[in-house]
């Protein structure tokens, strides 16, 4: 693909049933502790590989909500080798749109040429996206030490136009081939490790390129419009299968799978009180400044 940020538009061919294969385990982040009062977005399948001769302790790992004045209000992540050897981090507001910090793996280390998977689910303040820091994704050495690391993940955001539009981003350092994006909707969050396969999703179209999939370049998108009606309080789930670094050494399978929160309650329109309470706000706002102002001038022509 030619050019930094690519943009395709995609129909939907036949759709075909998948179930994980025994290499694709997926690790399911724990829920939330607290009420939800914003929007959240998660993904599971995300792989670190420790590309050097020692072995991996810990890792740092970094992401972000991209979009003005956002906060990460809380987020739960998993990491390990299966969800039968995994590490849980739940916390709570974090007062700033990014994150990043290091976890020691205590359980178990990664070995050279071994594998991490990562997964995450956010509550941001209102925006359906998550980006991957993608610099400060690291596997690290016994002293903390950041270690050769190939960083297989993707983006996702979810614009609240109509149609809606949903978009996946390469947010690796290496190359993404994606074979196809199944897209559906679910009325919960979708539990990865509980017998989850596409087949169960509402809706479900798949996209491919008209089988030829797409070859992303590191920061490089594919956006699809959504080909149907969200229902309110649902999710839009993409299922994501194809290659990180295909034809090189380091190819390695990918199953993404990325969960949206309709969110179109923290975009809602005004209600009349609303709009009062606006009006009454600004028309008080003016009178004090006019109030200002003229004061301002009274006490200059008594200069």
């Not at 993940?153 to 978009?167: A, C, H, M, N, Q």
Request: hydrophobic share 40%; glycine share 10%; net charge negative.
């Amino acid at each position: 693909m030619d050019g930094k940020w690519i943009t395709k538009f995609v129909f939907p061919v036949v759709v075909l049933l998948a179930t994980h294969s025994a290499g694709e385990e997926l690790i399911q982040p724990q829920p939330l502790p607290n009420p939800v009062t914003g929007a959240r977005v998660y993904e599971a399948g995300c792989l670190l590989k420790n590309a050097s001769s020692t072995p991996a302790e810990d890792v740092r790992i970094g992401l972000e909500i991209p979009g003005w004045a956002e906060n990460i209000n809380q987020l739960s992540l998993a990491f390990g080798i299966g969800p039968n050897v995994a590490k849980f981090i739940t916390l709570g507001n974090q007062f700033s749109s990014s994150f990043d910090q290091h976890y020691l793996f205590e359980d178990f280390t990664i070995q050279p040429n071994g594998v991490l998977k990562l997964s995450g689910l956010i509550e941001s303040k209102k925006k359906n996206a998550l980006k991957w820091m993608k610099e400060k994704m690291k596997l690290t050495g016994p002293n903390q030490e950041e270690l050769p690391t190939l960083f297989y993940g993707g983006s996702i955001r979810v614009g609240t136009e109509s149609p809606l539009k949903y978009t996946f981003g390469n947010n690796s350092n290496v190359t993404l081939h994606v074979e196809r994006i199944a897209l559906g909707c679910y009325p919960t969050l979708v539990n990865v490790e509980d017998g989850y396969s596409i087949g169960i999703l509402d809706s479900l179209h798949i996209f491919s390129n008209g089988g030829a999939g797409w070859t992303l370049s590191e920061g490089e998108e594919i956006a699809i419009d959504v080909p149907f009606n969200l229902p309110i309080g649902s999710y839009l789930v993409a299922d994501i299968i194809g290659l990180g670094d295909p034809g090189k050494q380091d190819e390695l399978p990918v199953h993404f799978v990325q969960q949206h929160e309709d969110n179109r309650h923290l975009y809602s329109i005004p209600t009349l009180t609303e709009w009062g309470l606006i009006i009454f706000g600004l028309v008080l706002l003016g009178f004090i400044s006019w109030v200002f102002l003229k004061r301002r001038k009274v006490i200059g022509v008594r200069v």
